[in-house]
């Protein structure tokens, strides 16, 4: 684990060193806007855009929780009628099958809510971070490739995070890792329109 962690920063410096490099070929112009420029605080209280995108991020976030609940307690139900019906053609009596089949329930419930977080909060990370990056004057290409990077990085700093400390590991890794996801794939987009100048340079000579 410690050899995987030395590897992957050693990658990462290297691929910031090259995107750097590609950055000042380019020029400020075609080098990515979201590296330096980012969609403050304060931008949400414009009563323009900013109002309207923070509006717009609580009311997703919203109902990405609602659609969450409804669809832990679905399975919950399902779950739990699934195992009484088990527990009933076993013999046991209804109180006693009722009870076992409300633990099971419980216990899927639980399962599939940890599994939608894993999810959710990286799609709306990267969500975010696609719309910060358009609305600092970023392309499309260089908005998705960060969101791209914030989503993979928000999900397996997640993982890693939940497995370590639980709850708070969860909250601190996929936020980390959400940055250090986004930071990538910005590295990557420079990277890709320094090699796109190179060879544009080639082929006019």
Not at 11 to 37: D, H, M, N, P, Y
Not at 175 to 184: A, I, Y
């Amino acid at each position: 684990m410690r050899a995987q962690l030395l590897f992957m920063t050693a990658g990462i410096i290297v691929l910031s060193l090259a995107a750097e490099k590609c950055r000042q070929l380019v020029g400020k112009e075609s080098a990515s806007k979201s590296w330096t420029e980012r969609f403050a605080l304060v931008e949400c209280f414009d009563m323009g855009y900013g109002t309207v995108a923070c509006l717009i991020k609580q009311f997703v976030k919203l109902y990405f929780y609602y659609m969450r609940a409804v669809n832990v307690h679905k399975i919950r139900v399902q779950a739990t009628d699934v195992a009484l019906k088990k527990e009933l053609s076993q013999g046991h009596s209804y109180a006693d099958a009722m009870k076992r089949a409300r633990q099971q329930g419980k216990d899927t419930a639980k399962q599939a809510s940890k599994q939608a977080k894993f999810i959710m909060g990286p799609v709306i990370s990267s969500g975010w971070d696609l719309f910060e990056t358009l609305y600092v004057g970023g392309t499309l290409a260089e908005a998705i490739t960060r969101s791209i990077g914030t989503f993979f990085g928000a999900y397996i700093g997640g993982i890693i995070g939940d497995g370590k400390l639980r709850w708070m590991g969860h909250i601190v890794g996929s936020l980390f890792g959400s940055w250090v996801g986004g930071r990538v794939g910005l590295m990557a987009y420079d990277i890709g329109k320094g090699g796109e100048y190179l060879l544009h340079v080639a082929h006019k000579e």
